[in-house]
C-alpha cells in the first residue's frame, strides 16, 4: 500500500523509531536556542495555506503572485494537487488593489471579497466588501464598514450586518433592504452576536438564510441592561482612548437575546418563542427548507434543547432535550441526512461519541462507543454512509483519523497511529489532506484518499528537522503520575547533559482549564523552545495535566465542577511534593508559570503550596473569577449568587498574605478577555498584605500579549531573567534584548 510511503518519510525525518518514553534521544549539536530566534521564525515550521474546499474534487488557496503582488484566488486539483486556473486576480480589477478574504456562494459561480479590514474582537471585524461574478467577470460593492455578508442560496441577494442592523441588497434589482432598524451600539444588536457569545459560544454571524432563500432567521441581542465595561487605551496622543462595551460578568445580567423570522417577500419579522432559556448558542436550517432548528441552554448549561421551528407558522417544537448533572459544551456537529434525520455528537454515556437521531428525536443507534473521546466530526458521506471523525482511540495525548458506516460497523483507522492527525477534508469527502506531527516531529502535510490511502506528501519540514539538529535539544520524555488517585499526563524535558547525581531547579508549566490538553503528542510550540531554552540552560521542566482538564471522559473532566481551580491546585502541589522526591530535582528551587487560567493557577500554587514552590509567574491571570464573563464562568460554578464559596476559597485576591516566594505578575491593558482589574486587584491585595512582587504592565496589548515591535520578545526576556534571578540562581543567564 501507497502508506507505507509516508512512514518511510516519517523514518526519514527522525533518523529512527518514533518513540516516547524516557529513553528517546535527539540528535543534540552545539548551538544554543535564544530568544531572538524563537521570536523571528528560525523555528517556525512551513505550514500549508488554509484551503477553501469546493464543490467536486477541487479546492482553492488566497495567494500572492510574486512578480506582480497581486492577491488571486486559485483553484486545484485535490487529485492531482496541481493548479488548474486562476479564478480571480486583484491585478485585473480596478476597483479594489488587493483583498485578504474571500468566500464563494453555494455553486460557485460568485465570490465575495473583502478588504480594508478593522478589527472589533478576537473573531470578529468589519470591512469593505466587493460581489464578483466569475463568468463576467463584473464586480460590484456590497458595502463599507459591513460584517458578515453571505450570499442567497438563489445568488441573488447578500445578507450583511452594519451599525447592529441587517440588510439585504438585492443584485437582480440593485436595491438595499434594511431588515432591521433599531440597531444601536451597546444597546442593541441584530444578527451578529455580543461580545460573550463571540467569546464563549464562538461564533458572530447570528443569521442563516433559509435554503430556499425565502426567509432569513436572526438573533437579536437587548444588552441594554447588561453592564458596562471599558478601558482606556494609551494610544501615541495627548489623550487616551475609551473602549466601552459591555461585558456581563459572573452573577451578572445577560442581554435578552431572541430569536426572528425575516420573510424576503413580506419583508416582516416575526419573534420565535423557544420556551424558557438564557441563551441561543447555534441556529441551523434542516433540509427542509421551511424548518429551521434552535439550540437553546439554561443559564446552568446543563440543559439543552433542540427546537424546530417552522418559518411558515413562525411556531416552534421540541426537538431533542438533553440534560446532564454539570454542563453540556456547545459543539458545530449537528448534521442533517437526506431524510433529515440526523447526527449529533454527545457525552451522555461518560464520553463524547456520535449518535443518529430521526427528526422526531428518537434515537436510532449510537455509533461510536469505548472508553475513549471522539474529538473531532468532519462529516458525512451519504453516498458511502459513511461518517469521519477525529478520536484519542489510541491513547488520550494521541489523535487519529477514522471512518465508520452509519450504522457504528466497519470502522477503520485511516491516518497514522500515533501523534497528531488532522484532516481537511473535500467538500465531497472523497480526499483529505492529513496534518501529522508528534513530539519529535514536525507537521507533515500530505493527501489521502477518502479510504486511507496515501496519496501524496506535500511537505515534510525535513529542513526544519536537519536546522535543528545542529541545536542543544532534549526530547519531551512522555509518562503518567500518580497524583491523588489518578494517572496524570506529564512530560518532563532535561538538560542534554543531564546528571542524575546532579540536583536541577525544576519548572513547571501548565493550563489547567476544563477540557484543555497540554501535554499531547505533538510539535513543538513557541513555548517548547523557551522550555528547552531553559533545560539547556540548567533546568528541568515539567508539565502535568491534571484533574479537569480534558479527553479522558466527561467525569475526569468535570471533576472540578463547582470548585473550579481547587483540584487543580491540589494536584499540580501534590505532584511538585512527589517529583521532589526523585534525586535530581532541588526541591529547594521548584517553580511553576502558566497563561491565563494557567496564571490563575500559577498564582495559587505559589500561594497555597509555599511549602513547595519558591516563584511563580503569572500572565493575564483571572484572580477572581467574579471578574469574568457569565457564560464560561457559569458552565462551572454556577452563578456568585448560589456558589459563593466556589468563587471565593480560591480567588488569590483574598489570601494574598500567604505570599513567600518570588512572583511575577503580568498583564495587557488592553485585555478584554481577562481585564486587567484581575491584576489590579491583585496588586491591591498584595499591598494590603505588605508583600512584595514583581509586575510588568504591558499598555494597550490584549489578552495574547504579542502586538508591536518585539513585545513577546521583550516579555519572555523579563520572564526568562526573572527565573534565573529567582530559580536558577546557578546559571547566572540574565539576558538583554538585542536591537
Not at 393 to 405: D, P, Q
Not at 472 to 486: Q, R
Not at 666 to 675: A, E, F, L, P, S
Request: glycine letters at 6%; proline letters at 2%; aromatic letters at 12%.
Amino acid at each position: 500500500m501507497k502508506k507505507i510511503f509516508i512512514l518511510a518519510t516519517i523514518a526519514l525525518l527522525i533518523g529512527c523509531k518514533e518513540n516516547t518514553d524516557s529513553s528517546a534521544k535527539l540528535t543534540t549539536g552545539t548551538k544554543e536556542i535564544t530568544l531572538e530566534k524563537i521570536w523571528d521564525g528560525t523555528f517556525s515550521p512551513k505550514r500549508m495555506n488554509a484551503l477553501n474546499s469546493m464543490n467536486g474534487n477541487f479546492y482553492s488557496l488566497l495567494n500572492t503572485d510574486k512578480e506582480t503582488k497581486a492577491t488571486t484566488v486559485d483553484k486545484y486539483s485535490y487529485a492531482t494537487l496541481e493548479k488548474i486556473e486562476t479564478i480571480v486576480s486583484s491585478a485585473n480589477l480596478k476597483e479594489l488593489e488587493n483583498f485578504s478574504s474571500y468566500s464563494f456562494n453555494n455553486d460557485e459561480t460568485k465570490i465575495i471579497l473583502g478588504t480594508n479590514f478593522e478589527k472589533i474582537f478576537r473573531h470578529s471585524y468589519k470591512g469593505t466588501f466587493y460581489a464578483y461574478d466569475i463568468a463576467s467577470k463584473k464586480i460590484s460593492l456590497i458595502g463599507k464598514e459591513i460584517q458578515e455578508p453571505v450570499f442567497s442560496p438563489d445568488n441573488k441577494k447578500v445578507a450583511y450586518a452594519k451599525d447592529n442592523n441587517l440588510f439585504i441588497k438585492d443584485f437582480s434589482r440593485n436595491k438595499i433592504t434594511q431588515v432591521t432598524k433599531d440597531g444601536k451600539k451597546n444597546s442593541i444588536i441584530n444578527g451578529i452576536t455580543d461580545w460573550v457569545y463571540e467569546e464563549e459560544f464562538a461564533f458572530v454571524r447570528a443569521f442563516e438564510w433559509s435554503k430556499n432563500s425565502k426567509h432569513l432567521a436572526y438573533l437579536r441581542f437587548d444588552e441594554s441592561n447588561v453592564p458596562t465595561f471599558s478601558m482606556d487605551m494609551v494610544g501615541k496622543g495627548n489623550y487616551p482612548d475609551q473602549q466601552v462595551f459591555k461585558y456581563p460578568k459572573a452573577g451578572e445580567k445577560n442581554a435578552n437575546v431572541t430569536l426572528h423570522m425575516y420573510s424576503v417577500s413580506s419583508r416582516n419579522s416575526k419573534k420565535i418563542a423557544l420556551g424558557k432559556y438564557e441563551y441561543i448558542p447555534r441556529i441551523k436550517w434542516s433540509n427542509d427548507a421551511d424548518v429551521l432548528v434552535a439550540t437553546t441552554l439554561n443559564r446552568h448549561q446543563n440543559n439543552l434543547k433542540l427546537y424546530k421551528v417552522n418559518a411558515l407558522r413562525a411556531n416552534s417544537t421540541l426537538l431533542l432535550n438533553e440534560t446532564d448533572k454539570a454542563y453540556i459544551d456547545i459543539t458545530n456537529n449537528l448534521t442533517f441526512l437526506n431524510d433529515n434525520s440526523f447526527i449529533w455528537t454527545s457525552e451522555k454515556d461518560g464520553y463524547n461519541h456520535i449518535y443518529h437521531y430521526d427528526f422526531n428525536g428518537k434515537l436510532i443507534n449510537q455509533i461510536t462507543k469505548g472508553d475513549w473521546e471522539v474529538t473531532r466530526y468532519y462529516g458525512f458521506n451519504k453516498s458511502k454512509k459513511t461518517i469521519y471523525y477525529q478520536s484519542v482511540e489510541t491513547g488520550s495525548t494521541n489523535r487519529g483519523v477514522y471512518s465508520i458506516g452509519l450504522d457504528g460497523q466497519n470502522k477503520k483507522l485511516l491516518s497514522n497511529e500515533n501523534g497528531q492527525n488532522t484532516a481537511a477534508f473535500s467538500k465531497n469527502l472523497n480526499y483529505f489532506i492529513n496534518t501529522f506531527s508528534s513530539s519529535e516531529i514536525p507537521p507533515i502535510y500530505s493527501l489521502f484518499s477518502g479510504e486511507g490511502e496515501m496519496l501524496k506528501v506535500i511537505k515534510d519540514n525535513t529542513e526544519l528537522k536537519e536546522e535543528l539538529e545542529d541545536y542543544k535539544m532534549s526530547p519531551k520524555e512522555f509518562s503518567t503520575i500518580n497524583i491523588n488517585g489518578n494517572d496524570l499526563n506529564m512530560w518532563m524535558v532535561k538538560p542534554a547533559d543531564f546528571n542524575e547525581n546532579k540536583k536541577y531547579p525544576m519548572l513547571m508549566f501548565q493550563y489547567s482549564g476544563p477540557g484543555s490538553q497540554q501535554v499531547g503528542n505533538k510539535w513543538n510550540a513557541a513555548n517548547d523552545y523557551w522550555h528547552n531554552m531553559l533545560a539547556q540552560q540548567g533546568m528541568i521542566v515539567v508539565c502535568v495535566d491534571g484533574r479537569g482538564t480534558g479527553f479522558k471522559g466527561a467525569e475526569f473532566k468535570k471533576s472540578t465542577y463547582l470548585n473550579l481551580v481547587k483540584y487543580e491546585t491540589e494536584d499540580q502541589i501534590a505532584a511538585a511534593k512527589k517529583l521532589a522526591e526523585r534525586s535530581y530535582i532541588d526541591e529547594n528551587n521548584i517553580g511553576i508559570w502558566g497563561w491565563s487560567f494557567g496564571g490563575h493557577m500559577s498564582t495559587n500554587a505559589l500561594l497555597k503550596g509555599s511549602d513547595i514552590f519558591t516563584t511563580a509567574i503569572a500572565v493575564a491571570p483571572v484572580t477572581s473569577w467574579r471578574f469574568y464573563d457569565t457564560v464560561y464562568t457559569e458552565r462551572f460554578l454556577r452563578t456568585p449568587q448560589e456558589n459563593p464559596s466556589g468563587y471565593d476559597d480560591n480567588s488569590p485576591v483574598n489570601y494574598a498574605e500567604k505570599l513567600k516566594g518570588n512572583y511575577l505578575l503580568v498583564h495587557g491593558t488592553g485585555d478584554d478577555n481577562v481585564h486587567v482589574q484581575n491584576s489590579y486587584r491583585m496588586i491591591n491585595s498584595l499591598i494590603e498584605a505588605n508583600k512584595q512582587f514583581d509586575m510588568f504592565i504591558v499598555p494597550d496589548r490584549t489578552h495574547g500579549i504579542y502586538k508591536g515591535k518585539n513585545t513577546r520578545l521583550n516579555l519572555y526576556t523579563k520572564m526568562t531573567n526573572f527565573i534565573h534571578e529567582n530559580l536558577n540562581k546557578k546559571s547566572n543567564k540574565s539576558i538583554e534584548i538585542k536591537g
